[in-house]
């Protein structure tokens, strides 16, 4: 009874291995299927000419638009601060009070002075007066004369000067009022009330910097920069009208608001080959901060008879040389190709592609050189999506 058990188990467990290579021999032949004899399936896109913006990334660096550092320009102790660290502070806002009292003085005996050399040349020019109605009666000599408008003269100069002391007077007390230089903000005081300052120390008092708008120092290769300007000069490449830059911030966020740029450095930098360019980003919200890393894109060339194809569609030959695989009348049909920049997921090919070329983009891994082919528009081929 066990032998015949065993023989009984033997028997199934042979007929379910023939049952599956069976299934396995019509999968693999049956119609429509991807059998050894057929065709591969595979899927195309047409290559087509478009005009293509060519844009570039680059990193730069952040800094405000206006920074101003707040400097006393009379000497004095600070009596105290008027404001606040990190605040916004308007232009002409009080932000330290230096002790004014030696400064009033000051005004005080200008004022003093002036009010002397005023009543002295009132008293010249009355006796210039007189004696230039004398002279002509000859009550008083020509030299007397000439005497007495020389001193109302010097009398009205002895005035015109200590006006200008006073003046002078007044604007060293209106030093002791430290203005703010430019709107924006504050940042921390590197003094204390008590602190004694010199008129144009080197140590600023504070720094302001204005935020509103923010620069985006960029840097380029020299060599990248001479390549553009030639195929500009060769006719490759056509000049945009766009200044847009996009910006993309330290944490891989895209900045909302796009920026404009404003200039390139005629200057190469001897030290690292590089050459600067400055965009200005509006900054209402304040997101952008002054030293952050970013990275611009900015457009600086067209294609105008550009063709780009996917990314994938591209493989590479032992060299490293770029090569596509076109729809050809005896089959699959390997072509060289020249690469330019990437566009998104796509390649720009700069050579070896004409407008109309059907290039194969699924089921690219299936085929072989000489083996026949069934090609149909990419998205078509179910077959070929699966493989991919």
């Known amino acids: 009874m066990q032998f015949q058990r065993s023989a009984v188990i033997t028997a199934v467990g042979l007929s379910a291995v023939a049952l599956t290579l069976a299934a396995c021999g019509q999968g693999k032949g049956g119609a429509g299927g991807m ?35 707040v400097r006393p320009q009379v000497s004095g102790v600070i009596k105290s601060r008027l404001f606040q660290e990190g605040s916004y502070v308007r232009a002409g806002q009080s932000l330290y009070q230096i002790d004014p009292a030696t400064y009033q003085a000051s005004v005080n005996s200008a004022a003093a002075a002036l009010a002397q050399a005023q009543a002295t040349a009132t008293a010249a020019k009355l006796k210039a007066d007189r004696y230039k109605t004398l002279v002509e009666t000859g009550a008083v000599s020509k030299q007397d004369n000439d005497d007495a408008q020389a001193a109302a003269l010097q009398g009205a100069a002895g005035v015109a ?29 590197s003094v204390t009330p008590g602190a004694l300052v010199t008129a144009s120390q080197a140590n600023a008092l504070a720094t302001v910097q204005d935020l509103s708008k923010v620069y985006v120092d960029l840097t380029q290769t020299s060599a990248e920069l001479l390549k553009l300007r030639q195929q500009f000069a060769s006719g490759k490449l056509g000049r945009t009208n766009s200044a847009q830059v996009t910006l993309k911030l330290e944490d ?44 611009a894109s900015l457009t600086q060339g067209v294609a105008s008879g550009g063709i780009l194809i996917p990314q994938t569609a591209v493989s590479r030959d032992p060299k490293g040389a770029a090569t596509v695989t ?53 998205g078509a081929a179910p077959a070929a999506q699966a493989q991919r």
């Open 161 to 189: 000067v200590q006006k200008a002391a006073l003046d002078n007077a007044r604007i060293n007390l209106n030093y002791t009022k430290v203005a703010a230089p430019i709107s924006g903000r504050i940042g921390k005081s």
């Open 252 to 295: 891989g966020s895209t900045y909302p608001t796009p920026g404009t740029l404003e200039f390139s450095d005629v200057t190469v930098d001897a030290g690292t080959g590089s050459v600067t360019l400055r965009a200005v980003f509006p900054n209402p919200n304040g997101v952008l901060l002054p030293g952050m890393y970013v990275r």
């Open 326 to 378: 076109l729809v050809g009348a005896k089959g699959p049909e390997p072509r060289p190709i020249t690469l330019g920049q990437t566009v998104g997921d796509k390649w720009l090919v700069t050579s070896g592609l004409n407008a109309g070329d059907k290039v194969i983009v699924e089921g690219l891994q299936k085929v072989r050189p000489g083996a026949p082919i069934k090609a149909v528009p990419a």
């Open 35 to 69: 059998g050894m004899g057929g065709p591969t399936e595979v899927g195309y896109i047409v290559a087509q000419t478009q005009t293509v913006g060519l844009t570039t990334e680059l990193s730069g660096r952040t800094s405000a638009f206006l920074v101003s550092d």
